[in-house]
T-cell receptor
Framework: DAEITQSPRHKITETGRQVTLACHQT?????MFWYRQDLGHGLRLIHY???????NKGEVSDGYSVSRSNTEDLPLTLESAASSQTSVYFC??????????????FGPGTRLTVL | AQRVTQPEKLLSVFKGAPVELKCNYS??????LFWYVQYSRQRLQLLLR??SRESIKGFTADLNKGETSFHLKKPFAQEEDSAMYYC???????????FGTGTQLKVEL
């Protein structure tokens, strides 16, 4: 069955380290998104991509980067982890062919703790 | 700019009571509205979207453009409805979604 997966599911790191969170989808969806989920803030968009070699900044992109070298993967990199980046990170994908706001399908999430 | 407001962080109701989760939006264009649900220890999943006009798990939501609202309703709450509910706004001809801050629904016995 097609699905969207994230790895690792849990990660503890130290301030200043570079961290990469993986997201992989097998639906052949054009669109992929990264969100962070924090109490009181809901889901906030970090970066998104509408296709291979396309990346765009979301509302909370500072300190994060993404690259899209193929359809299936959109890894999220924290260049120098900060305690403020402790959060739960969700990856999502959508078809992106209708020209409207498609249903997004979410991964299971990665809980990141920065000490 | 797009904005979604969910005024209640927590809503507690008794089993069998009616439920209404509020969602208001701000958007100058033609909106597409969604409700997503996150059950404990599970990933977010779509509950319903306004264009499909479906009733899912007994929940309905009507888009009211005059009041810029998309409230989620269910006549009789069940224990399994306890979850976090997010309202989301999409732009027509765009693919991003803007999420509200979420409402935790707790159904008590």
């Amino acid at each position: 069955d097609a699905e969207i997966t994230q790895s690792p599911r849990h990660k503890i790191t130290e301030t200043g380290r570079q961290v990469t969170l993986a997201c992989h989808q097998t639906w052949n969806h054009n669109n992929m998104f990264w969100y962070r989920q924090d109490l009181g803030h809901g889901l906030r968009l970090i970066h998104y991509s509408y296709g291979v070699q396309d990346t765009n900044k979301g509302e909370v992109s500072d300190g994060y980067s993404v690259s899209r070298s193929n359809t299936e993967d959109l890894p999220l990199t924290l260049e120098s982890a900060a305690s403020s980046q402790t959060s739960v990170y969700f990856c999502a994908s959508s078809e992106g062919t209708s020209g409207t706001a498609d249903t997004q399908y979410f991964g299971p999430g990665t809980r990141l703790t920065v000490l | 700019a797009q904005r979604v407001t969910q005024p209640e962080k927590l809503l507690s109701v008794f089993k069998g009571a009616p439920v209404e989760l509020k969602c208001n939006y701000s958007y100058s264009g033609s909106p597409e509205l969604f409700w997503y649900v996150q059950y404990s220890r599970q990933r977010l999943q779509l509950l319903l979207r306004h264009i499909s006009r479906e009733s899912i798990k007994g929940f309905t939501a009507d888009l009211n453009k005059g009041e810029t609202s998309f409230h989620l309703k269910k006549p009789f709450a069940q224990e399994e409805d306890s979850a976090m509910y997010y309202c989301a706004l999409g732009a027509v001809r765009g693919n991003k979604l803007t999420f509200g801050t979420g409402t935790q629904l707790k159904v008590e016995l």
